[in-house]
């Protein structure tokens, strides 16, 4: 791995990335699963993975601007 | 599969795909047109696919399927099939007085302020119940039936407000829209699912279940 690729912006860019693909995987699943339960499953996890990937990219984002030089 | 469940499948999709790009290869992001990309695929996709989700979640909760899924609520769906019309739940279920697809909901719901997020509340304290709890054997409504879901349709209709029934002198018009006099515990409509008399009763079997 190059050192931008590991650079902190791109790290955390990656883990908001995973978090988000893991959302997405949970909330299609959810979605086809005819379950009274599936419902649970896409508001507690789901939107759980969701809510930190999107948060997790913000930070990054306030966090990038505020290093800057 | 509805057009808006395969609309939200599809933006699902497309954004994995560049979450798969961003996670293989966060260096994009570099240029303006990557960090465009990034915040389509970071932020706003995933709000609209949680949005698009809780939505169709929500909806597909208000379905009789959905209701009568759960074992507890299985006698309460059969009821709809009752042939005998005396049974006011079937009678409106095969009457088509109520949408088949949204039968419970449609008369469980209160029509009031906050009346479909309370439904909704109860909905997630049944679920829990249902799979982590203990269900009572009798199951009874949190509230006497309210007239209002009655009269949120019946109100105005002709065969409701011309019937021998409801301008007596014992029952009026006036009485019921003001709850003195229930609609379903007063002796008229009284066997509404009455689901602890269903063995052997006859079904009505040219309706699609729920």
Known sequence: MSATAASPMNRAIRRSALL??????IEVFSLLWKSPLAFFLFLGIGGLLALLGMVSYLLSLVSSEATRP | MTVTLALLLGLIALAGVVLIVLAARPDVTRSTEGKILAFLALFVAPGLAVYGGATAHLERSKSTEFCTSCHAMEPYGMSLHVKDTEYLAAAHFQNNRVPRDHACYTCHTDYALFGGVRSKLRGLRHVMVNYFGSVPDTIHLYNPYNNRECLHCHLG???????SGHQGEEVSLADLRSGKVSCTTSGCHDVVHDVHRLKGVEMWTSAEKP
């Not at chain 2, 209709?157 to 019937?163: I, L």
């Open chain 1, 20 to 25: 988000l693909l893991g959302a997405f995987v």
């Open chain 2, 157 to 163: 209709s002709r065969s409701y407000e011309e019937s």
